[in-house]
């Protein structure tokens, strides 16, 4: 089946610094990356979606000059997390799908963000 | 009210008893998401269906349009199929998806 990939798979960073998620498709073409996120106990709420080559279009409540999102090639976004606080720690999931919107989404393993 | 609601929310059964998990929801969809996710995380996708019935393995997944409603079954279940199985549906832009509460299942042996 097709994989997605995440990097990296957990980080840990000072308050005030950017952190970058990367998610790759590796066996296919994304045209289409969507971004997650999951507070513990919590579910999976939709932050952005993002198309190759196009601005990623952000759900409401998520601050779109935070959280940059970058989707150059049909292989690759990238998420940054500028100037992380405490309050962004969470667990980070992308999936991928191709060029058919029946196409399944192909998860990611996802990225664990601590900010101290 | 949720868009997207799953029963039960935990659920521990012993080795070998069939499984069932539902999912119910609001709005009208173009397909439903049967999603596995492991305690590090990690999110398997196990089904994506929009009509009928689907089979994979001691998976059985099906879903009512008319009735807005999907069940996830497992047959046979085994430890290793302990996880949270999570309900998601097309909402967002681009079908972005809208996830249930998941259902934390418990299998012991």
């Known amino acids: 089946g097709a994989v997605v990939s995440q990097h990296p798979s957990w980080v840990i960073c000072k308050s005030g610094t950017s952190v970058k998620i990367e998610c790759r498709s590796l066996?296919?073409?994304?045209?289409?990356m969507f971004w997650y996120r999951q507070f513990p106990k919590q579910s999976l709420m939709l932050m952005a979606t993002?198309?190759?080559?196009?601005?990623?279009?952000?759900e409401q409540g998520v601050e779109k000059d935070k959280f940059l999102i970058n989707h150059a090639s049909l292989t690759l976004s990238t998420l940054t997390v500028t100037s992380a606080h405490p309050e962004d720690s969470s667990f980070y999931i992308c999936?991928?799908?191709?060029?058919?919107?029946?196409?399944?989404?192909?998860f990611g393993p996802g990225t664990r963000l601590t900010v101290l | 009210k949720n868009e997207v609601e799953q029963s039960p929310q935990n659920l521990t059964a012993q080795e070998g008893e069939f499984i069932t998990i539902n999912c119910s929801y609001s709005?009208?969809?173009?397909?439903l998401h049967w999603l596995q996710q492991h305690p590090g995380g990690g999110i398997v996708s196990l089904f994506m269906?929009?009509?009928g019935k689907k089979k994979h393995g001691r998976l059985i997944a099906t879903i009512n349009i008319q009735e807005k409603h999907s069940s996830l079954h497992i047959t046979a279940s085994h430890p290793r199929d302990s996880a949270v199985y999570i309900c998601?549906?097309?909402?967002?832009?681009?079908?972005?998806?809208?996830f249930g509460k998941g259902t934390h299942l418990i299998i012991q042996p």
């Open positions: 269906l929009s009509s």
């Open positions: 066996d296919f073409q994304a045209t289409t």
């Open positions: 998601a549906v097309p909402l967002g832009g681009a079908d972005g998806l809208t």
């Open positions: 709005v009208g969809i173009s397909a």
């Open positions: 993002s198309n190759e080559g196009s601005k990623a279009t952000y």
């Open positions: 999936s991928a799908r191709g060029q058919g919107l029946q196409d399944t989404q192909y």
